[in-house]
């Protein structure tokens, strides 16, 4: 775990204690809550999602108990299995919104899984199919792009694109300096104390975000 | 027109949030005996009859469901702390210091540990006149959005406050982000803005009306009638001004913003 900031003991306890007491529902539900709250598609976390499938494996298997125990073994699963769920859904629909620019852009696609690839490129495939049968091929050659509004443009502008300057509610988990922000926007926002809740352009606070020094409320 | 994009997606409901309130952590004083609970979110127990564990709300409302449990209020509802920070809120602009899910837990247990609370109308009729005030700051606060706050930064709100303001100070803030850079931040979004591109020379004011734009027709009109009154050549354009005076007109002045 990195202490970065160097700011003496305090720090480091902090984050060990965290480190030590951070269960996997609490990862997933940061992670939930980041993406909810996020305009564009974040990194998946691939390793959560196969420690908490092994989980709830064990979780179903337990019998033997009384209805009361198990009523709330139950219960527990349910709530890891509705932030599991809740998690993907928000997922698909973020990639069903933004599936050309996704296809398009390197970055993004790199964020999705591989099963969340196989369906953005089948959805890609299906979507542009669909437009080509309905619309596409009615129009004049120079205009049936799906992806450019005409031959005459320059770049891809009928793909919508996540809008990154959308604003967003966040907390700082550690004191955060001025290094820690894009230099670009380092005149706009130069520190953020932690535990205060701060309305920020998501442009401003994406690198420390998924450096996992902030998180979107 | 201004907006977040995909704002369904961002949105989160009160249910959600109650959900993730619904993981802190309360006291409460078993009156059976059980082991250690192994769930995927910790471990909790074992369970003493009579002795006070600190458990997660929703494990304290399943077990008070069942009879099993009695809830202890936690420190911050009590009446003595519930009338300082009441008197506080009262005083000063910031926000005191309450649990970010104090809505959420104090209307849970409410609606289900009634009888584990001591003076339990007094301590409900308290929160809410601090849910009220709260809000009455933060609905204050949003009055002083400008164009030059882009970081804005609010000590203390809790999350259903947040909540509620959430889809609103976003595109607030968001449409004074874009007013700001308009000249250097092209408008990539197509789906978004669906107004044709001579929108962008109006003034800016008019974005944030519905007003409908009226031409001053009757001028040009008027010069029109008035040669054509002096030819004595149509008198039906005569009879269309007329009209025109008599009905458009009072209609178009009704209508325009004051």
């Known amino acids: 775990m990195d202490s970065g900031t160097g700011e003496g003991s305090t720090s480091f306890t902090d984050d060990y204690e965290t480190f030590i007491s951070t269960t996997d529902v609490d990862l997933l ?4 809550r980041n993406e909810k709250a996020a305009p564009e598609i974040l990194q998946y976390e691939a390793a959560l999602r196969s420690s908490l499938q092994e989980q709830n494996v064990e979780a179903s298997e337990a019998d033997g108990e009384d209805p009361l125990t198990m009523s709330l073994y139950q219960m527990d699963l349910d709530r890891t299995q509705f932030l599991l769920r809740s998690y993907l859904r928000v997922r698909l629909q973020k990639i069903e919104k933004y599936i050309f620019h996704i296809l398009k852009t390197d970055e993004s696609l790199n964020r999705l899984s591989d099963e969340e690839q196989t369906f953005a490129a089948s959805c890609g495939d299906d979507l542009r199919a669909h437009l080509k049968e309905t619309v596409l091929s009615k129009l004049p ?19 919508p694109a996540p809008r990154l300057d959308s604003f967003v509610i966040c907390k700082a988990r550690q004191y955060i300096s001025g290094l820690d922000f894009e230099p670009e926007y380092s005149h706009e926002i130069t520190e953020m104390e932690r535990d205060l809740l701060t309305f920020v352009c998501y442009k401003f606070i994406k690198k420390p975000l998924e450096n996992g020094k902030i998180d979107l409320v | 027109m201004a907006g977040q994009s995909g704002s369904q997606l961002s949105l989160f409901t009160p249910d959600e949030v109650e959900f993730v309130a619904e993981d802190e952590l309360v006291e409460i004083v078993p ?81 289900r540990a009634r009888d584990d609370i001591p003076d339990v109308y007094m301590v409900r009729s308290l929160v809410e006149d601090i849910r009220d005030v709260r809000f009455h700051k933060v609905e204050t606060n949003l009055e002083n959005f400008t164009n030059s706050s882009l970081v804005l930064q609010w000590k ?16 607030a803030l968001q449409a004074f982000y874009r007013h700001e850079n308009e000249q250097a931040v092209p408008d990539l979004d197509r789906t978004q803005d669906r107004q044709p591109q001579n929108l962008n020379d109006r003034p800016r004011v008019c974005r944030s009306f519905c007003c409908i734009p009226i031409f001053p027709l009757h001028h040009w009109i008027d010069k029109i009638v008035f040669i054509s009154c002096l030819l004595d050549y149509c008198p039906t354009i005569v009879f269309l001004w007329r009209a025109y005076c008599l009905f458009v007109v009072p209609l178009q002045r009704n209508l325009r913003p004051r």
């Open chain 1, 29 to 32: 539900k940061r992670a939930w």
């Open chain 1, 141 to 159: 050659t120079d205009y049936n792009s799906e992806l450019k509004q005409s031959a005459a443009s320059e770049e891809d502008d009928m793909v």
């Open chain 2, 31 to 111: 009156n059976l005996r059980m082991d250690s609970l192994n769930f995927i979110c910790g471990d909790y127990g074992p369970f003493y009859p009579q002795i006070a564990i600190q458990v997660p709300l929703w494990l304290a409302l399943a077990l008070k469901k069942r009879g099993k449990c009695t809830i202890r209020p936690p420190q911050w509802m009590s009446i003595e702390n519930l009338t300082q920070v009441l008197e506080g809120e009262r005083e000063s602009h910031a926000f005191q210091t309450l649990p970010f899910h104090y809505v959420e837990i104090s209307r849970l247990l409410f609606d």
């Open chain 2, 156 to 171: 203390n709100m809790a999350a259903m406050e947040v909540n509620i303001i959430r889809a609103f100070s976003g595109r």
